[in-house]
């Protein structure tokens, strides 16, 4: 089976721009989740998905949203942007989301804020 | 809310050393417990995990970890590490009625040859 797969690997935006990243899990997979990975703060939790409804939320302002589609594709859309929006951003996918399932992690979008 | 703490943020070892990295949580119900690691350039992987049953489990690599439900603990440990095995690593857990998992900081290992 393919893996988690995101897109684009690599952006540079300015400040107050607004940016959309996808992710598209594991063939099977529903529960999508997103995480954010800076070197001071490590992996922080952003959102999950589970069949195209946002079913646990992190600590992230507004600006911070999600979406699941039909087929499970995943994307998040971070507006206004800010410069310590600059980060790793980590998409993980698992077959339902429950606590005994394991994540499996994208290679992430590195999102430059300049 | 859940916590996991990675008491080391950076270990540097020889070649053919003996590795244990710490890794305590604050949660009071069930657990499931994870061990994830990150090569230079390269995404997250799973190290191990544990769910229920023995509480010492095996991962890839040569990697075991301990789950010892006192002391809140899980740590990862191999007895000869490589250099191949220079990598972060992250400990993380999830309670038994959320889908979200928490992590650790991270714990950044150096192997010299």
């Known amino acids: 089976k393919a893996g988690v797969t995101q897109t684009p690997r690599y952006l540079i935006k300015t400040r107050g721009q607004q940016v959309t990243l996808s992710c598209s899990p594991i063939?099977?997979?529903?529960?999508v989740s997103w995480y954010q990975q800076t070197p001071g703060q490590g992996l922080q939790f952003l959102f999950e998905y589970f069949s195209e409804t946002q079913r646990n939320k992190g600590n992230f302002p507004g600006r911070f949203s999600g979406r699941q589609f039909s087929n499970s594709r995943s994307e998040m859309n971070v507006s206004t942007l800010e410069l310590g929006d600059s980060a790793l951003y980590l998409c993980?996918?698992?077959?339902?989301?429950?606590?005994?399932?394991?994540?499996?992690f994208g290679p992430g979008t590195r999102l430059t804020v300049l | 809310a859940q916590s996991v703490s990675q008491h080391n943020h950076h270990v540097i070892l020889s070649e053919a050393a003996s590795l244990e990295l710490g890794c305590n949580y604050s949660?009071?119900?069930?657990?499931?417990l994870f061990w994830y690691v990150q090569y230079p350039g390269q995404h997250l992987q799973l190290l191990l995990k544990y769910f229920s049953g023995d509480p010492l489990v095996k991962g890839i690599k040569g990697f075991e970890a301990e789950f010892i439900k006192s002391k809140f603990s899980f740590n990862l440990r191999k007895p000869s590490v490589q250099w191949s095995d220079t990598a972060e690593y992250f400990c993380a857990v999830r309670g038994s009625t959320l889908g979200r998992l928490y992590f650790g900081r991270g714990t950044q290992l150096t192997v010299w040859p």
């Open positions: 063939s099977g997979h529903r529960s």
């Open positions: 949660y009071g119900g069930t657990v499931n």
């Open positions: 993980a996918s698992s077959q339902a989301g429950g606590s005994a399932d394991t994540q499996y």
